[in-house]
């Protein structure tokens, strides 16, 4: 069975760091685009960060721009966001996001169950 799991999310300072990884398993991982979104209760989800199958091409938000790195090691079918120079508004469930075509061409869209990220001071 498909399985995306989120782990690294906890509580920082503002100013501090925090590198979130996505374990993947259950489909071909370098067939998949990944994004990192982030959600705040009562507001839609929002994309923060994606990669291409080979990590050749990235995007950001505009938020994150230059504080976030999005990166990719299909050997280890793992996605990360690092996280730098955490603002309290980066305060938001991280989820991650899987998107490509099976083998028979079928479309497919998986998603993780999300992992706590907190700064507060």
């Known amino acids: 069975q498909v399985q995306l799991v989120e782990s690294g999310g906890g509580l920082v300072q503002p100013g501090g760091s925090l590198r979130l990884s996505c374990a993947a398993s259950?489909?071909?991982?370098?067939?998949?685009?990944m994004t990192w979104y982030r959600q705040v209760p009562g507001k839609e989800r929002e994309l923060v960060a994606s990669?291409?199958?080979?990590?050749?091409?990235?995007n950001y938000a505009e938020s994150v721009k230059g504080r976030f790195t999005i990166s990719r090691d299909n050997a280890k079918n793992t996605v990360f966001l690092q996280m730098n120079s955490l603002k309290p508004e980066d305060t938001a469930v991280y989820y991650c996001?899987?998107?490509?075509?099976?083998?028979?061409?079928?479309?497919?869209?998986?998603w993780g169950q999300g992992t706590q990220v907190t700064v507060s001071s």
């Open positions: 990669i291409t199958r080979a990590g050749g091409s990235t």
């Open positions: 996001n899987a998107r490509g075509y099976s083998s028979s061409k079928r479309p497919y869209d998986y």
């Open positions: 259950g489909f071909t991982f370098s067939s998949a685009s």
